[in-house]
């Protein structure tokens, strides 16, 4: 491992030489040029995700939103660590359904993208006010 300090900057490397992975800048910025995993709850004012219209092409409106929101199961259970209960998705359940929200780790952890489901719940939303309007 090593570190450099150039600018009142600190670069950390995976050894001498290497590229820099992670960059503490002295505004107190954190740059991470790889994942992150954190073992506990992490807190922020807000998280922001890329969206920047520049960086996407073949876009199109998502037009099955409601049969996939609809084959989704919502659980409450209990974190094996910490005891703790809380709300969310099973993501094998998830990856049957939407495989590009899950991610898996090297380890075989699986994730899911729970802000990129925001996208097929609004359209969601939208097919169901439109079916609304129909019947009135």
Request: glycine share 6%; aromatic share 6%.
């Amino acid at each position: 491992n090593s570190t450099s300090n150039s600018s009142a900057d600190l670069h950390l490397s995976n050894f001498a030489g290497a590229n820099t992975h992670m960059i503490i800048q002295a505004t107190g910025n954190v740059a991470i040029e790889r994942n992150l995993t954190v073992a506990q709850t992490v807190r922020a004012a807000s998280y922001v995700y890329v969206s920047d219209q520049r960086l996407k092409h073949d876009v199109e409106t998502y037009t099955t939103g409601l049969g996939q929101v609809l084959k989704l199961r919502g659980v409450e259970f209990t974190w094996e660590e910490s005891e703790r209960r809380d709300v969310g998705f099973i993501a094998q359940e998830v990856e049957k359904v939407l495989p590009r929200l899950v991610s898996t780790s090297a380890e075989g952890l699986k994730s899911v993208k729970y802000g990129n489901l925001l996208a097929l719940v609004v359209e969601a939303i939208k097919d169901l006010h439109r079916s609304v309007i129909k019947l009135m």
